[in-house]
């Protein structure tokens, strides 16, 4: 099966939409998401009606931050959580409202398919422990989060797409033939699928990965998907609530 892997859309409605309909083209049956479905962008409340297709979704920091506070996030990301929270309580009808805190309520940390363990930040840490390409040379860090991967572990919550390896190595993804990484047998990988609505690897498109979960030939395709930047980018601008420099990060991918 072709399944569509999606992370850190952060209320970018646009970049959401694009994703959805360029998996749906390649011919994914169903899609996972690990999480951040909201924060910074101007559509959390469209976004979160979107992912209630998905198989799966997963607890991010910023959902755990719109429920239990946002007390550890630099002031723009929790002027935006605080936007958010309270724009999730009034926005919608009451059924529209409920269903959206429906979803937030019923979060998940972790999934599991086969061997494919599914977290938003790291199998040690499941919401908030970052693991950037620089990790590669903190030798003990990478040891113990290697040993709790049974196979291969997606994550997300860097915004930075790529492919982790035991031996302590970071392999972004136009470093690997045809942008893909075809799962090795015994071979154990962290796979960053990157950022659908706040790329930061220098590239703004909206990024995402395709899992083929073939018997034998498993691979996952790391995609971009160009979409409308401008438009959210101009409705973060018009938000009082949300900082200007989340827009200018839209445009830079950085």
């Known amino acids: 099966m072709l399944q569509g892997l999606i992370s850190d859309i952060h209320g970018n409605l646009s970049a959401l939409t694009a ?16 999480g ?5 962008g101007p559509y959390p409340g469209e976004c979160l009606d979107l992912v209630r297709r998905c198989g799966a979704v997963l607890m991010g920091n910023h959902e755990e931050a719109l ?28 059924e529209v409202r409920a269903n959206r805190w429906k979803i937030l309520q019923n979060l998940q940390l972790h999934a599991q398919e086969g061997i494919f363990l599914f977290t938003h930040a790291s199998p040690r840490q499941p919401t908030r422990e970052y693991v950037m390409p620089r990790d590669c040379k903190n030798g003990p860090k990478m040891s113990e989060i290697f040993s709790l991967i049974p196979h291969i572990c997606f994550v997300g ?14 392999i972004p993804p136009p470093m690997l033939w045809g942008q ?12 960053n699928i990157g950022s659908v609505g706040q790329p930061r690897d220098g590239d703004n498109r909206a990024a995402y990965v ?4 073939e018997a034998g030939a498993p ?9 409308d930047l401008e438009s959210t980018a101009k409705a973060i601008e018009a ?16």
């Open 239 to 254: 938000n009082p609530y949300l900082d200007n420099f989340l827009a200018e990060r839209l445009r830079q991918g950085r």
């Open 19 to 34: 994703v959805l309909a360029d998996m749906e083209a390649k011919g994914a049956e169903r899609v996972i998401c690990l």
């Open 157 to 170: 919550h860097t915004h930075i797409p790529g492919v982790f390896l035991e031996d302590q190595t970071f």
């Open 36 to 40: 951040d479905v909201v924060g910074y």
């Open 67 to 94: 429920l239990f506070g946002a007390e550890n996030f630099n002031p723009r990301a929790k002027r935006a959580i605080d936007w958010t929270r309270e724009h999730l309580k009034t926005e919608g009808s009451d």
């Open 180 to 191: 893909t990484y075809f799962v090795e047998p015994g071979e154990k990988a962290l796979i």
């Open 219 to 227: 691979r996952a395709i790391f995609r971009r998907v160009e979409y």
């Open 210 to 213: 395709l899992l083929d979960d």
